[in-house]
Nanobody, 123 residues
Framework: QVHLVESGGGLVQAGGSLRLSCAASGRTFSIYAAGWFRQAPGKEREFVAAISAYGGSISYADSVKGRFTISRDNPKNTLYLQMNSLKAEDTAVYYC????????????????WGQGTQVTVSS
């Protein structure tokens, strides 16, 4: 069992930045791939970014490439998402997730999810 808790969401103006964090507990976080997803009102949850267990592989959705950066600190059991140049269309609830296989995260597969943190970008 793993417990994921996101934080760092909030209200920001377009063009601004936010840094999301996801604290993991309950199992050895460092041996699993992790990622971020988001769900906007009325839309399906979509993949944002993923990172392999030791950070050697990273994947981004086309919509966030060049603006978002995913990273992890395994000794602290924490996953991050640095979001720059935010746009109104980035408004959503952001979720962190884990999976034993990195390749499965961009496909929307995960074994554990956090409760989400709201990001609102005003235009």
């Amino acid at each position: 069992q793993v417990h994921l808790v996101e934080s760092g969401g909030g209200l920001v103006q377009a063009g601004g930045s936010l840094r999301l964090s996801c604290a993991a507990s309950g199992r050895t976080f460092s041996i699993y791939a992790a990622g971020w997803f988001r769900q906007a009102p009325g839309k399906e949850r979509e993949f944002v970014a993923a990172i392999s267990a030791y950070g050697g592989s990273i994947s981004y959705a086309d919509s966030v490439k060049g603006r978002f950066t995913i990273s992890r600190d395994n000794p602290k059991n924490t996953l991050y998402l640095q979001m720059n140049s935010l746009k109104a269309e980035d408004t959503a609830v952001y979720y962190c997730a884990t999976h034993p296989k990195f390749a499965n995260l961009p496909r929307g597969q995960s074994d554990y999810w956090g409760q989400g943190t709201q990001v609102t970008v005003s235009s």
